[in-house]
């Protein structure tokens, strides 16, 4: 994911710039660069293949100074990772640039430019926007009317950093489907991808909203939106701490990782989709061709990312109508499987290095499957390199052994590829456009199950005598149960099994007594009723009950009503006053299934909204019982050997 630093102001801005792209590195980058309109009036450029650290060496080498300027982080997209694709762009020296996003329509735009005589010095979409830029002000407009009416053609997603020797001091942004924000200050004024880059010289900021177009100069910012009208966006003053990767008020990584969740998500979806679709070329240039020809979908992956694979197998199958197989990479290469040239190889790795993951990759090349595509959070790993697509995750550092954040954005990111497959098979327009407005609301329901921290907190105090623990769910929330229990065991050391719940009396309802937890994923669907009649074997048996179910659904209805009744209470509804929900939870012992009323999402992002509890009892139980929750025993972050 791409980084934008930029900035008006009577100081030399470089500093600020590099330091700015300093904190913007945990997007993942591979290339970077600065421009500045120096002493002279000219445009002066500096750009590094690599680390900020080097763009710094080199600036130091060769100074570079200027009061008005913008700076940049490149992920390649189009075009490979070199000097001559890293941002800023020049337009004939004259025009320079900075984009975050996607340009669908940049191959028509590139050929009506070349026949007007622009030469392309890149092979990435973002020349052709500085080139029109150029065009435009050659017909005698000023940079801000040159940028509107470039923005207006262009298809996609973008925010933009503009600036030109013909007018010095001035600088023009634009955003429509990736976030930029104005950092306000006194006689300077800023522009950033987040708050994060700006907050040593600001903590006044202005979010631009879809379309607009905001003119900076030193002592002023006119924003316009969509339509060319002068706007008044709301000024808001930030509490973001300085240092992203540290813990902050949080006490351990993990918990700070799994509040992370709904920024990450927002970050994950960023320039992904627009106008109720998802966008193509944000798996690269060719991706189209490459799904054209896809009849079968084979991912591989270990762990958590496996669980989401697991996940996403229902989706490819059930909404895309794409037959889909799951493979533990660790089995996978040593097994001799049928190669199937149709088939898109998905391999997933937080960390992009999984010794397993990758040499199953090089595999199915050897084999003879289909092309691949990485979905991994590290934008410089191996399996980045290797794979044919790429869909970054966007999770920024993930510190904790046990994953969170990295493995909700797996999902976000799994169902991106559903969606874009789905369209040539069984998806309709009209049901592409439900699940990407369920992936827009998504950050905002995980702020509602983060709410439930107190709560989860007082249900983990009944596991710190356990030892042993049965995760239950069904479909598409059996993988997300599984997840639950290996989050369990990872940190809290409790030995921890997840099955589906139709298959308790196949042998797990053996190991059910008073002493066995029993937790079970129950959301609204159309498995319920087949999960209820599960967990009443249990109840039978004298197992207790951890059900994280929807809001109102029957069986939360069910085992509420149960524990009021059994207590001599009047029957209350879910929506019963906040003081009183420890009783809706029967934690006083009195009933043995004990519910936690999980905020309603629907819809296909539900495993997503589920995982997200599971995440907090496993942390709360493991503070409990005094194991080390970001470094738990035996385990590594990056699995880097067999």
Same mark, same amino acid.
């Given at each position: 994911?791409?980084?934008?630093?930029?900035?008006?102001?009577?100081?030399?801005?470089?500093?600020?710039?590099?330091?700015?792209?300093?904190?913007?590195?945990?997007?993942?980058?591979?290339?970077?660069?600065?421009?500045?309109?120096?002493?002279?009036?000219?445009?002066?450029?500096?750009?590094?293949?690599?680390?900020?650290?080097?763009?710094?060496?080199?600036?130091?080498?060769?100074?570079?100074?200027?009061?008005?300027?913008?700076?940049?982080?490149?992920?390649?997209?189009?075009?490979?990772?070199?000097?001559?694709?890293?941002?800023?762009?020049?337009?004939?020296?004259?025009?320079?640039?900075?984009?975050?996003?996607?340009?669908?329509?940049?191959?028509?735009?590139?050929?009506?430019?070349?026949?007007?005589?622009?030469?392309?010095?890149?092979?990435?979409?973002?020349?052709?926007?500085?080139?029109?830029?150029?065009?435009?002000?050659?017909?005698?407009?000023?940079?801000?009317?040159?940028?509107?009416?470039?923005?207006?053609?262009?298809?996609?997603?973008?925010?933009?950093?503009?600036?030109?020797?013909?007018?010095?001091?001035?600088?023009?942004?634009?955003?429509?489907?990736?976030?930029?924000?104005?950092?306000?200050?006194?006689?300077?004024?800023?522009?950033?991808?987040?708050?994060?880059?700006?907050?040593?010289?600001?903590?006044?900021?202005?979010?631009?909203?879809?379309?607009?177009?905001?003119?900076?100069?030193?002592?002023?910012?006119?924003?316009?939106?969509?339509?060319?009208?002068?706007?008044?966006?709301?000024?808001?003053?930030?509490?973001?701490?300085?240092?992203?990767?540290?813990?902050?008020?949080?006490?351990?990584?993990?918990?700070?990782?799994?509040?992370?969740?709904?920024?990450?998500?927002?970050?994950?979806?960023?320039?992904?989709?627009?106008?109720?679709?998802?966008?193509?070329?944000?798996?690269?240039?060719?991706?189209?061709?490459?799904?054209?020809?896809?009849?079968?979908?084979?991912?591989?992956?270990?762990?958590?990312?496996?669980?989401?694979?697991?996940?996403?197998?229902?989706?490819?199958?059930?909404?895309?109508?794409?037959?889909?197989?799951?493979?533990?990479?660790?089995?996978?290469?040593?097994?001799?499987?049928?190669?199937?040239?149709?088939?898109?190889?998905?391999?997933?790795?937080?960390?992009?290095?999984?010794?397993?993951?990758?040499?199953?990759?090089?595999?199915?090349?050897?084999?003879?499957?289909?092309?691949?595509?990485?979905?991994?959070?590290?934008?410089?790993?191996?399996?980045?390199?290797?794979?044919?697509?790429?869909?970054?995750?966007?999770?920024?550092?993930?510190?904790?052994?046990?994953?969170?954040?990295?493995?909700?954005?797996?999902?976000?990111?799994?169902?991106?590829?559903?969606?874009?497959?789905?369209?040539?098979?069984?998806?309709?327009?009209?049901?592409?456009?439900?699940?990407?407005?369920? =992936? $827009?609301? *998504?950050?905002?329901?995980? @702020?509602? %199950?983060? !709410?439930?921290?107190? /709560?989860?907190?007082?249900? +983990?105090?009944?596991?710190?005598?356990?030892?042993?623990?049965?995760?239950?769910?069904?479909?598409?929330?059996?993988?997300?149960?599984?997840?639950?229990?290996?989050?369990?065991?990872?940190?809290?050391?409790?030995?921890?099994?997840?099955?589906?719940?139709?298959?308790?009396?196949?042998?797990?309802?053996?190991?059910?007594?008073?002493?066995?937890?029993?937790?079970?994923?129950?959301?609204?669907?159309?498995? =319920? $009723?087949? *999960?209820?009649?599960?967990? @009443?074997? %249990?109840? !039978?048996?004298?197992? /207790?009950?951890?059900?994280? +179910?929807?809001?109102?659904?029957?069986?939360?209805?069910?085992?509420?009503?149960?524990?009021?009744?059994?207590?001599?209470?009047?029957?209350?509804?879910?929506?019963?006053?906040?003081?009183?929900?420890?009783?809706?939870?029967?934690?006083?012992?009195?009933?043995?299934?004990?519910?936690?009323?999980?905020?309603?999402?629907?819809?296909?992002?539900?495993?997503?909204?589920?995982?997200?509890?599971?995440?907090? =009892?496993?942390?709360?139980?493991?503070?409990?019982?005094?194991?080390?929750?970001?470094?738990?025993?035996?385990?590594?972050?990056?699995?880097?050997?067999?």
């Amino acid at each position: 994911m791409c980084g934008i630093v930029g900035g008006v102001a009577e100081r030399d801005v470089v500093p600020i710039l590099i330091e700015g792209l300093r904190r913007l590195e945990y997007r993942g980058y591979d290339s970077a660069g600065v421009a500045v309109l120096d002493e002279n009036g000219q445009l002066a450029r500096v750009r590094v293949l690599g680390k900020v650290q080097g763009l710094a060496d080199a600036i130091a080498a060769s100074p570079l100074r200027g009061s008005t300027g913008i700076a940049h982080t490149r992920w390649a997209t189009h075009g490979v990772p070199s000097e001559n694709n890293a941002h800023p762009h020049f337009s004939r020296d004259a025009v320079g640039i900075v984009h975050n996003g996607i340009i669908e329509n940049h191959e028509a735009l590139r050929a009506a430019q070349k026949a007007a005589g622009y030469e392309f010095t890149s092979q990435t979409d973002t020349e052709v926007i500085v080139h029109q830029v150029h065009s435009h002000a050659g017909r005698g407009v000023d940079l801000l009317a040159a940028v509107q009416a470039t923005v207006s053609e262009l298809h996609g997603a973008y925010a933009l950093g503009v600036v030109s020797i013909h007018e010095p001091g001035r600088l023009i942004a634009a955003r429509r489907g990736s976030p930029l924000v104005l950092g306000i200050g006194i006689g300077e004024h800023f522009i950033a991808s987040d708050v994060t880059p700006l907050l040593p010289v600001t903590r006044r900021f202005v979010f631009l909203e879809e379309g607009d177009v905001a003119d900076i100069r030193r002592d002023s910012v006119t924003i316009y939106n969509a339509k060319g009208e002068v706007v008044e966006r709301p000024v808001k003053e930030s509490e973001l701490s300085l240092d992203a990767v540290e813990r902050g008020e949080f006490r351990h990584y993990m918990l700070k990782e799994i509040h992370e969740q709904p920024q990450a998500i927002s970050d994950t979806l960023e320039g992904r989709i627009a106008g109720g679709r998802v966008l193509e070329a944000a798996f690269g240039p060719h991706a189209a061709a490459v799904f054209d020809k896809v009849k079968a979908v084979k991912i591989i992956a270990c762990g958590t990312s496996f669980h989401a694979g697991l996940v996403a197998r229902n989706w490819f199958e059930g909404v895309a109508g794409v037959p889909c197989d799951v493979e533990v990479a660790s089995e996978f290469r040593y097994r001799h499987p049928v190669p199937n040239p149709e088939a898109l190889i998905i391999t997933i790795s937080q960390s992009g290095e999984t010794a397993d993951t990758l040499a199953a990759l090089r595999a199915t090349k050897e084999w003879g499957y289909g092309p691949s595509l990485a979905i991994c959070n590290v934008p410089e790993s191996s399996l980045v390199r290797e794979a044919d697509l790429v869909l970054m995750t966007r999770a920024g550092p993930e510190i904790g052994v046990a994953s969170t954040k990295a493995f909700s954005t797996q999902l976000v990111a799994l169902l991106l590829v559903v969606i874009a497959l789905g369209r040539r098979h069984k998806l309709s327009a009209e049901r592409e456009t439900a699940i990407v407005e369920q =992936l $827009e609301a *998504l950050p905002r329901h995980v @702020e509602d %199950v983060l !709410a439930l921290n107190d /709560e989860i907190h007082r249900v +983990a105090e009944r596991f710190t005598d356990k030892h042993h623990a049965l995760f239950l769910g069904r479909g598409v929330q059996y993988p997300v149960a599984m997840e639950g229990a290996l989050k369990l065991k990872e940190i809290s050391y409790i030995h921890a099994e997840a099955y589906p719940a139709g298959e308790l009396k196949h042998g797990p309802l053996a190991l059910v007594d008073e002493e066995m937890p029993v937790i079970a994923v129950a959301p609204n669907d159309a498995l =319920l $009723e087949k *999960l209820k009649s599960n967990l @009443e074997e %249990v109840r !039978a048996r004298g197992g /207790e009950l951890y059900v994280f +179910a929807d809001h109102g659904t029957s069986y939360a209805d069910d085992a509420m009503r149960r524990h009021d009744e059994s207590a001599g209470r009047p029957i209350r509804t879910p929506e019963a006053p906040e003081g009183d929900r420890a009783g809706m939870h029967g934690m006083n012992g009195s009933e043995r299934v004990h519910v936690t009323v999980v905020p309603a999402a629907g819809g296909h992002v539900a495993p997503i909204i589920f995982t997200i509890p599971l995440q907090l =009892l496993a942390y709360h139980v493991a503070v409990l019982k005094g194991t080390d929750v970001d470094q738990p025993r035996n385990l590594a972050k990056s699995v880097t050997v067999e």
